[in-house]
Nanobody, 124 residues
């Protein structure tokens, strides 16, 4: 069993930055895929970024490539998402999620564990 707790959301102006954190409790397998999803108002939850716990691979949605960076801290059992050059379209609730199957895809249904989410609002 893995429990996830996100933090770091808030209100930021366009062009600003935020750093989200996801603290995980429980044992994480090297093959676990740690991901961030975003759900904007009136939209479906979408994959943003993910990283294999071993660090072997990281993936990004096209909309955030070059602006967001995912990383993990093994010592603290946590995953971080650095958000740079934010724009209003990045507004939404950001969720941390874990897939335990090998080579998962980007559909929310493939992810077993979820955090409660943290709100990110980009507005002037």
């Amino acid at each position: 069993q893995v429990q996830l707790a996100e933090s770091g959301g808030g209100l930021v102006q366009p062009g600003g930055s935020l750093r989200l954190s996801c603290a995980a409790s429980g044992q994480l397998g090297d093959w676990y895929f740690m991901a961030w999803f975003r759900q904007a108002p009136r939209k479906e939850r979408e994959f943003i970024a993910g990283i294999v716990w071993s660090g072997a691979r990281s993936d990004y949605a096209e909309s955030v490539k070059g602006r967001f960076t995912i990383s993990r801290d093994i010592a603290k059992n946590s995953v971080h998402l650095q958000l740079n050059s934010l724009n209003p379209e990045d507004t939404g609730v950001y969720y941390c999620a874990v897939a335990i199957a090998y080579n998962p895809g980007y559909q929310p249904s493939e992810y077993v564990y979820w955090g409660q989410g943290t709100q990110v609002t980009v507005s002037s």
